[in-house]
């Protein structure tokens, strides 16, 4: 029995030498990369749009903000293809309704668009 737990103990302390000897190589090794670091790349950023483009009918496109700008002064919000409302020009209403200051036209809840000023309703046709 006595044999048996000897045995045990040499097996427990080749196991506690190997894993101390594996520990400072390691350790060496991580200090052999701190004193010779491996050679550096040079990093290249990856291309980026520029924030606006120029289209040669006069219209431009930010690309910060998703923004197209039309030749002739509409706006469209890239993202969801709808006309972009600035939304500080923008007071919303309880019912679900909303008055855009910059054009004063009133939307309803119900998508209907009325002139603020003259009471009509905006035609989208002509």
């Given at each position: 029995?006595?044999?048996?737990?000897?045995?045990?103990?040499?097996?427990?302390?080749?196991?506690?030498?190997?894993?101390?000897?594996?520990?400072?190589?390691?350790?060496?090794q991580e200090e052999a990369n701190l004193l010779n670091p491996p050679a550096q790349q040079n990093f290249t950023p990856p291309a980026q749009l520029?924030?606006?483009?120029?289209?040669?009918?006069?219209?431009?496109?930010?690309?910060?903000?998703?923004?197209?700008?039309?030749?002739?002064?509409?706006?469209?919000?890239?993202?969801?293809?709808?006309?972009?409302?600035?939304?500080?020009?923008?007071?919303?209403?309880?019912?679900?309704?909303?008055?855009?200051?910059?054009?004063?036209?009133?939307?309803?809840?119900?998508?209907?668009?009325?002139?603020?000023?003259?009471?009509?309703?905006?035609?989208?046709?002509?």
């Amino acid at each position: 029995m006595q044999s048996s737990v000897q045995d045990q103990g040499q097996l427990y302390s080749q196991i506690a030498q190997a894993q101390g000897q594996q520990a400072a190589q390691e350790r060496a090794q991580e200090e052999a990369n701190l004193l010779n670091p491996p050679a550096q790349q040079n990093f290249t950023p990856p291309a980026q749009l520029d924030p606006v483009i120029y289209f040669n009918d006069g219209s431009s496109l930010d690309t910060t903000s998703n923004i197209m700008t039309l030749s002739n002064g509409n706006q469209i919000d890239t993202t969801t293809g709808l006309p972009y409302v600035d939304p500080s020009s923008l007071i919303t209403m309880a019912n679900g309704s909303y008055l855009n200051t910059a054009t004063n036209v009133l939307t309803e809840a119900d998508g209907t668009q009325i002139d603020a000023t003259t009471g009509l309703k905006v035609s989208t046709t002509a």
